[in-house]
Nanobody
Framework: QVQLVESGGGLVQPGGSLRLSCAAS????????MNWYRQDPGKERELVAT????????NYADSVKGRFTIFRDNAKNTVYLQMNSLKPEDTAVYYC?????????WGQGTQVTVSS
């Protein structure tokens, strides 16, 4: 059974940091590009960051460049999103996604709230 389980969300003050984790099971993790998306109520889901299968290449939304870092540990079947200098507009539910050209898996999401 495929599972993606996110953790690490919570409430943080503006300027603070959080690290999200996504533990994968039930599929060959190293064969999938991994993505982090986020969605605020009433808005479309937004692609935040992506990392290739071996971790050699990453891409970020303009809104998070220089503040967020995606990385993965294929030995632990886990992908991470390090979020620094958080802003109130980063508040959203963050979702982990595993994707190939043919299939896409999603986690249940973890809430990140940036507020003073």
């Amino acid at each position: 059974q495929v599972q993606l389980v996110e953790s690490g969300g919570g409430l943080v003050q503006p300027g603070g940091s959080l690290r999200l984790s996504c533990a994968a099971s039930g599929f060959t993790f190293s064969s999938y590009a991994m993505n982090w998306y986020r969605q605020d109520p009433g808005k479309e889901r937004e692609l935040v960051a992506t990392i290739t299968r071996a971790g050699g290449s990453t891409n970020y939304a303009d809104s998070v460049k220089g503040r967020f870092t995606i990385f993965r540990d294929n030995a632990k079947n886990t992908v991470y999103l390090q979020m620094n200098s958080l802003k109130p507009e980063d508040t959203a539910v963050y979702y982990c996604n595993a994707a190939t050209r043919f299939v896409s898996y999603w986690g249940q999401g973890t809430q990140v709230t940036v507020s003073s």
